[in-house]
């Protein structure tokens, strides 16, 4: 079967960093995304991997190791707004998107 | 403003009635999708389309049928609703299906509940 695992929550502080982890089985590849969502709100996009390596955009950094089946989402400078929970998704090889349960970030002050 | 508008926002609704949940997107993307999502579960897919006049069947279709016959609208339909169904309901679209990297535009949600 296809499965994203990805912590339920992490809790970290103003102005620090976060890792939060994905891994995943699923029938064939075809990309890798991290979603961010507000409570009761929509998910919004915020990065996409398809290749092996680090993507960096701003403060937040996504990693993928396709022989690893592991993903990582890298949050910087943590700010209150950041509070939310980071969806994992990965395309499979019919390019439906699979996804986690998701992570809630509690940032502390 | 330019996107996905879902409606109702929410609903609350007797068992066996009949409801259908509306979407429309302006960005005259080709795929559109419908999720649920549920507390501890991943979005899963319901129904999705490619493009206009064509429809599949997603992770959890059952009791839920769609139709697509513009661009723009992409309406899910439950027949007789059961409490199972209580549930956010995320309509999505994205401009190539079959794209690697493709980004899906999220609908603002409709919250119902099956009583």
């Known amino acids: 079967g296809q499965n994203i695992d990805q912590p339920t929550e992490m809790t970290a502080t103003e102005g620090a960093i976060v890792q939060i982890n994905c891994t995943y089985q699923?029938?064939?590849?075809?990309?890798l995304f991290w979603y961010q969502q507000h409570a009761g709100e929509a998910p919004t996009f915020l990065s996409y991997n398809v290749l092996d390596g680090l993507e960096e955009k701003g403060r937040f950094s996504s990693f993928l190791s396709r022989s690893k089946g592991y993903s990582y989402l890298l949050l910087k400078e943590l700010q209150m707004k950041d509070s939310a929970s980071y969806l994992c998704?990965?395309?499979?090889?019919?390019?439906?998107?699979?996804w986690g349960a998701g992570t809630k970030l509690i940032i502390k002050p | 403003i330019a996107g996905i508008t879902q409606a109702p926002t929410s609903q609350i609704l007797a068992a066996g009635r009949r409801m259908t949940l509306r979407c429309t997107q302006d960005?005259?993307?080709?795929?559109m999708y419908w999720y649920r999502q549920d507390l501890g579960l991943g979005l899963r897919l319901i129904h999705y389309s490619n493009t206009a006049g064509t429809t599949g069947k997603g992770e959890v279709p059952d009791g839920y049928s769609v139709s697509r016959a513009n661009t723009d609208d992409f309406p899910l339909t439950l027949a007789s609703a059961v409490p199972s169904q209580t549930s956010v309901y995320f309509c999505a679209s994205s401009d190539s299906p079959g794209g690697m990297g493709t980004e899906a535009f999220f609908g603002q949600g409709t919250r119902l509940t099956v009583v």
């Open positions: 998704a990965v395309q499979d090889s019919n390019y439906q998107l699979i």
């Open positions: 699923t029938s064939g590849f075809n990309g």
């Open positions: 960005m005259r993307h080709n795929a």
